[in-house]
């Protein structure tokens, strides 16, 4: 079955991928640009909204520190990758070190070489691998590459080509292109260059026809060209993924489905396993899946695993039926061990289970608002009005009757209709009493209690055990214009 996995790729390569079983390998990792990527989008009217309250998508910003220090030193003695790093790669490393320093592109490096050395490891014989890069740190991952899979196993620089508007006041050359290394595990690999040809330039179709031997497509005394087009080169223009885009999403880094489709068409055939250890939005996935490939995605972030799920949902699969998704918490026990090992994406994932929770961005000072749940009124006189209600996920073990109070707070200081109190643990009868004294939000004919709690033990109840409007951002569909009016709406 087709398998989307939530969290750490160098884990989950480590502890549920074989040795030798993947036929394709695409990854786009984060780049090194010391950027924060947000994520605006409405999969309903394909449109950015250009509102301030953004999800944070991930973090592409890296530091050397504590963490840096251990990864690497646990990768130079072989202690965190099954395929024990050589001689070359090791010396590389800590050359490179001596080099950089304790840098942020060192911290970027040591995260980047144990996670390539396993994807060598579970690559096939035939297999390639496909590195997406910036650079900022392509020479640096050019020398990796080099030193995981061999020099001589190098086959490409491809170079993506696009075009964009330039900065106001720009003082250099406008950056619009990103290097793709291509490299194969041997000396045998998949390669079908009549899958992507491109077309011939104006020059060569005004040739076609003419005689002479001083050209390679010449057969028989005159110019012949290929239907198929011409043989793919190293370089490709493909416009990036634009807000009017069919397949734009919103995701900050998303790629356009016909570079994919150009990379898993040249290198593998139907029914091939293709992996996107970064898969982000998923665009791998949905290609792969139109293109009769079998699939495996990992994503650390459960944002990016939800975003994925609804894609293909869309595109009519079921989960569980055509796909699996690993490592999001399937009962209590799990959740609560999310909670222990990842707060925030413990948080994101409890607000995911409430229909139209928005997540906030923030993972600290985010004044008592961890999601937001925004619904059309029933105002006669302001049909463009929106409804607010704020959500607060309490992910610890102790929880008290203050909680409540505080929620009623935020409340009452953001000026919204009613919130939910989802806790880790059970809460107590002291916390619903409180909650019972705040009374009842009227919401057309159905009375909505001002403060509800939920416990994670609730959030896999059928239906869940809460009131919600009728007409939430997540069942309706609205004028955009009109909800642009709310400065701070998110739409899904």
């Known amino acids: 079955m087709n398998e989307l996995y939530f969290g750490d790729n160098l884990n989950v390569l480590k502890e549920e991928i074989p040795d030798n079983s993947i036929d394709l390998i695409y990854l786009d990792p984060p780049f090194q640009s010391g950027r924060n990527y947000n994520i605006i989008f409405d999969t309903k009217t394909k449109e950015a909204t250009g509102i301030s309250a953004q999800i944070q998508a991930f973090t592409d910003t890296w530091r050397w520190g504590e963490e840096s220090e251990k990864e690497f030193t646990e990768f130079i003695e072989n202690k965190i990758t099954k395929e024990k790093p050589h001689i070359k790669i090791i010396e590389l490393m ?71 508007p330039s900065a106001p006041n720009q003082k250099q050359l406008s950056r619009v292109h990103d290097v793709i290394f291509w490299y194969s595990k041997g000396n045998t690999w998949k390669f079908y260059p009549d899958e992507i040809r491109q077309p011939y330039s104006k020059a060569s179709l005004a040739r076609e026809g003419y005689s002479g031997n001083a050209s390679k497509m010449t057969k028989g005394g005159k110019v012949e060209l290929k239907k198929e087009g011409k043989f793919p080169e190293d370089w490709i223009y493909i416009p990036p993924v634009k807000g009017n885009s069919a397949e734009y999403l919103g995701y900050p880094t998303q790629k356009p489905e016909a570079l994919l489709e150009r990379i898993i068409k040249a290198s593998s055939n139907e029914g091939d396993l293709v992996l996107d250890p970064f898969c982000g939005c998923g665009t791998t996935i949905a290609v792969a899946q139109g293109l009769n490939r079998k699939w495996i995605g990992i994503d650390i972030t459960y944002l990016a695993i939800d975003i994925i799920e609804k894609r293909l949902e869309k595109s009519g699969l079921k989960k569980d039926n055509d796909f699996a998704i690993r490592g ?35 993972k ?83 009375q909505i209690p001002k403060v509800q709690i939920i416990s994670t033990k609730d959030l896999f109840a059928k239906p869940l055990p809460i009131k919600l409007p009728e007409n939430s951002i997540m069942t309706a569909y609205y004028d955009v214009k009109n909800i642009k009016k709310s400065k701070d709406i998110l739409l899904f």
């Open 94 to 164: 800590r050359t490179m070190r001596n080099y950089l320093g304790e840098c942020s592109i060192m911290a970027y490096l040591t995260m980047m070489a144990p996670r390539l050395l396993e994807l060598k490891r579970v690559l096939k014989e035939t297999g390639s691998i496909y590195l997406h890069c910036d650079p900022t740190a392509s020479h640096y991952l050019k020398l990796l590459m080099d030193a995981i899979f061999g020099p001589d196993n190098f086959r490409n620089e491809i170079i993506w080509c696009y075009s964009r």
């Open 328 to 362: 999001i918490p399937a009962d209590e026990y799990s959740a609560m061990k999310l909670a222990e090992k990842d707060s925030f994406q413990f948080q994101y994932w409890a607000i995911s289970r409430i229909p139209g929770g928005i997540p906030n961005e923030k």
């Open 364 to 446: 600290t000072g985010d004044k008592g608002i961890d999601g937001i749940i925004y619904f059309k009124t029933f105002d006669s006189y302001d049909k463009s009005k929106i409804g607010k209600a704020i959500i607060s996920v309490k992910g610890g073990k102790n929880i008290n009757p203050a909680m409540v109070r505080d929620l009623i707070g935020t409340i009452q200081s953001n000026n919204a209709d009613f919130g939910i109190l989802i806790t880790l643990p059970e809460p107590t009868q002291n916390m619903k009493a409180e909650a019972i004294k705040q009374g009842y939000f009227q919401y057309g004919t159905m």
